[in-house]
């Protein structure tokens, strides 16, 4: 095992924090996520660490729940962009001529359009709930990986190697995801790192506005909504969650650069 | 302190390097170097790639390139210990006392610049002469150098001159200043033999006519032999031969730098008659969207277990041609028979048979190669998808390709990044055997290499033809190579066969005015070579 940079190390601690208390909410959180043991906005003490909440709900309970919604949607969403936008974009790439023209101008179309007042046109038509939601970030989000999946693919296809595996007679299965996807692995990682933190923004933005995860499901962006009026009073509450939101996304990225750097060496023994 | 003008002595230069997952090391690049150059002589640097001799001819203007250090050891030029000049004084030096050609032309000049703009600026910077003058001097260099209309060509962009014309620019560039020391690094490698004479005979005037001295750097013995006074051969970053140019070409002490002059010397013999088992017929091509035929009614067989070189320069045609026999680029007229038979046109409609049975080698070994795979996934590829083999079965094979290659055990787990370049030219040879093919396109596959590698590497597709029946068509622009392992030749000049036949034959006269050009640009590994090819053009031209 090979040194781990402190950077990485503090990444991967903060991510590893965030991701447990996620998966592990229901052993870790005090209380329930909609159960009521306070006043409003309690300051912090020895029962209610972060203090409660706008109607009297532990806000460090609150937290943890919502963290387990908002890391697996944004998480589902951005595994599902980067399966299909990668996909589609080194299948563009490949093939080339129409079926490249085709596909990369419907998603110059989609693009054309902001992401945010897209996905509230389509969520206020379809019934709001987790799988819709995981399906409209991830589609629309997909158009970005495309846009980066091609533009690496299409360097890569004019190497000799994809030409000598294209004389030997491989199907377009093997030059994909074999002389290809190792090869454009390293920016698409550093890209996941950063669509990660955009599809937990999005999502927090989405609950904000209300067209997101519904109450009373706790999310980061809807806790935010719930208690931006205390602000107003001088109450922090509204503010724990931006700083989750922060911090998280400075950790991963800290671990996507690592790992970047692990996979970019062409030599033995990566991983 | 010194009456040479460049002086080294005892040169120690270091980098760091950085292996991944591992801490960082020093390593010793150049170790123990120490030479002399006198007034308006020339000193040429040879060695292979990795030999150390840029990095020796960029410390003569005390540069390292890269996070390279120079930590031991004086260079003196004019007397001064430029290693202690402090950067005030090495901003005097270079550009004014010392100047450099690099390699390639077209990526050292900017494009968004006139040309004379970019000759004249480090003269000027160093406030050596009035615009009014320095355009002069460039004037005159252009004239000397042999360039087209000299007084116009420095309105000129980059991209409006060809290659060799820019490379002589960029010489008048490192003349204008009126340097006393000039550092040529590969000034002609990137070019044309038909190119680079006129090149090298610029070069050389240009060096005799204004007293300048020289430091010439490449990797090949025969082009510095043209040029240079005393040569010193570099391997490894030590000096491994020092002396007179008529004592290293003619009289070499040390076994390597016998081998540096005794390269090319393959004796192979020309084989004749037997079946054509791949036919090229009356084949026109031209690229998609375009109007220009690349290639014109051009026909060729080569012959069963039989070596056909194709040879011209860059832009005569011959890798497209690899393109349609390959059915990369389907022609627009003509076809390909493949053992009596019309292979369809498109490589996508032939069958695994059919592609399995032509196979191709390219130039860069490093892009040839998937960086992910293993040296064992890419050999084993093709048994496993040509001949389904798996497991132990395919691993035997892969291991017995390997030591065709001679390579040997120990390289199966290993990625391309972790060979050198001789290696993975192997390995791209082994890949294409694999398929057990009867035709083998090799398209320029030595001459990104080393003269001695190449050697290696040519002397080993000589042996697997002899063993495996397999035929070569094999693409170069370089006629030693040529010799060395054809049994016929095509000369193709501008899409066309301007010459057809067995090695013997094309190679001798009488000749058509291109083979005669081109044959007569070969720098040959004796003195006064140039002057004398030069000479004999003059006199045909004044004679017409």
């Known amino acids: 095992m090979t040194r781990i940079p402190l950077a990485a190390l503090i990444g991967l601690f903060f991510t590893g924090l965030y991701f447990g208390a996620a998966v592990f909410a229901g052993w870790i959180a005090p209380y329930g996520m909609a159960e009521i043991v306070g006043d409003s906005w309690e ?35 951005t595994m599902l962009s980067f399966g299909m936008g990668s996909i589609l974009g080194f299948f563009a790439a490949v093939k080339g001529g129409w079926v490249d023209q085709l596909l990369s101008r419907l998603v110059d179309l989609m693009m054309s359009i902001p992401s945010l007042i897209s996905a509230l046109v389509v969520l206020s038509v379809l019934p709001v709930s987790l799988p819709v939601l995981i399906i409209v970030m991830g589609v629309l989000d997909s158009t970005r990986v495309f846009r980066l999946s091609r533009a690496v693919a299409v360097d890569i296809t004019v190497m000799d190697y994809v030409e000598a595996a294209r004389l030997r ?30 599809a937990v923004l999005f999502i927090s933005t989405l609950s904000f506005l209300g067209l997101g995860v519904q109450p009373p499901l706790a999310d980061w962006g809807g806790i935010v909504k719930e208690n931006k009026e205390g602000i107003v009073y001088g109450i922090s509450a509204a503010l724990i969650p931006a700083f989750a939101i922060a911090s998280l996304a400075i950790s991963v990225n800290l671990v996507a650069d690592w790992v970047l750097n692990r996979t970019t060496s062409l030599k033995g023994g990566r991983g | ?48 790639s990795g030999a150390g001799k840029s990095t020796i001819g960029l410390s003569s203007m005390a540069y390292g390139r890269g996070g390279v250090r120079i930590t031991g050891g004086e260079v003196f030029v004019n ?55 320095a355009e002069e001097r460039a004037v005159s260099l252009f004239a000397r150098l042999g360039l087209p209309k000299p007084e116009s060509i420095g309105n000129r962009y980059p991209h409006q001159v060809s290659g060799g014309q ?39 005037e240009a060096i005799a006519d204004t007293g300048v001295a020289a430091l010439y750097i490449t990797h090949d013995l025969a082009v510095v032999a043209q040029v240079a006074d005393h040569i010193l051969v570099l391997q490894g970053g030590q000096m491994i031969e020092y002396g007179t140019i008529d004592h290293i070409i003619n009289s070499p002490s040390e076994p390597y730098t016998q081998a540096l002059v005794s390269v090319r010397s393959i004796n192979h013999h020309e084989k004749s008659g037997g079946a054509p088992v791949l036919s090229v017929r009356d084949v026109t091509a031209r690229y998609r969207g375009t109007k220009f035929d690349v290639l014109k009614n051009i026909t060729l067989d080569l012959p069963e277990a039989q070596t056909l070189a194709i040879v011209g320069e860059s832009g005569s045609g011959k890798s497209t041609l690899a393109r349609v026999i390959t059915g990369l680029l389907p022609p627009s007229s003509g076809e390909i028979t493949f053992d009596g038979r019309v292979l369809p046109a498109d490589f996508e409609a ?47 094979r892969v291991q017995e390709l390997l030591d065709e290659i001679e390579m040997g055990e120990g390289y199966i787990h290993r990625y391309p990044a972790e060979l050198s370049g001789g290696q993975k030219q192997r390995v791209c040879i082994a890949r294409a055997l694999a398929a057990k093919p009867k035709v083998i396109i090799c398209d320029e596959v030595t001459s990104a290499l080393d003269p001695l590698v190449a050697d290696g590497i040519l002397k080993l597709l000589l042996d697997l033809q002899k063993r495996e029946n397999v035929a070569y068509l094999f693409i170069t622009h370089d006629l030693a190579t040529v010799r060395a392992i054809a049994d016929s030749i095509a000369v193709m000049y501008q899409g066309r066969v301007v010459r057809y036949g067995g090695k013997t034959e094309v190679l001798s006269p009488p000749f058509d005015d291109y083979t005669d050009l081109l044959l007569s640009s070969v720098p040959e590994m004796e003195l006064g070579w140039l002057e004398r090819t030069i000479a004999n053009r003059k006199m045909a031209a004044a004679g017409n």
Not at chain 1, 177 to 197: D, Q, Y
Not at chain 2, 3 to 19: C, G, H, N
Not at chain 2, 183 to 202: G, K, S, Y
């Open chain 1, 43 to 77: 300051p912090a003490s020895a029962a209610h660490w972060l203090g409660t909440d706008s109607i009297g709900r532990d806000l460090l309970s609150r937290m943890i729940w919502g963290g387990q919604t908002t890391i697996f949607v944004a998480a589902a969403a």
């Open chain 1, 169 to 198: 007679g491989e199907k377009q299965l093997w030059i994909i995801f074999r002389e290809i996807l190792p090869n454009a692995l390293s920016p698409l990682v550093a890209e996941m790192g950063l669509r990660f933190i955009f």
């Open chain 2, 1 to 48: 302190m010194s009456s040479s003008l460049l002086e080294v002595r005892d040169l120690k230069i270091e980098a760091t390097a950085y292996p991944p997952g591992e801490a960082p090391r020093d390593i010793t690049i150049v170790e123990g170097v120490s030479f002399k150059v006198e007034k308006g002589k020339v000193l040429g640097l040879i060695g292979e």
């Open chain 2, 79 to 133: 007397g001064n210990d430029i290693l202690k000049a402090g950067p005030a004084g090495l901003r005097a030096l270079r550009g004014h006392e010392v100047t450099y050609v690099a390699q390639s032309a077209a990526a050292a000049f900017n494009p968004a610049k006139k040309l004379m703009e970019q000759v004249i600026e480090t003269t000027l910077h160093h406030g050596l002469m009035t615009r009014a003058e």
């Open chain 2, 166 to 204: 820019l490379q002589r620019v960029m010489t008048a560039m490192a003349l204008c200043p009126k340097p006393d020391l000039v550092v040529f690094d590969e000034p002609t490698t990137a070019l044309d033999v038909t190119t680079q004479i006129e090149v090298l005979a610029a070069i050389k």
């Open chain 2, 350 to 396: 032939r069958t695994r048979d059919d592609l399995r049975e032509v196979q191709m080698i390219y130039q860069m070994a490093d892009v040839a190669m998937n960086p992910r795979q293993t040296v064992g996934t890419i050999i084993g590829r093709p048994l496993e998808f040509y001949f389904g083999l798996r497991g132990d079965a395919k691993k035997q």
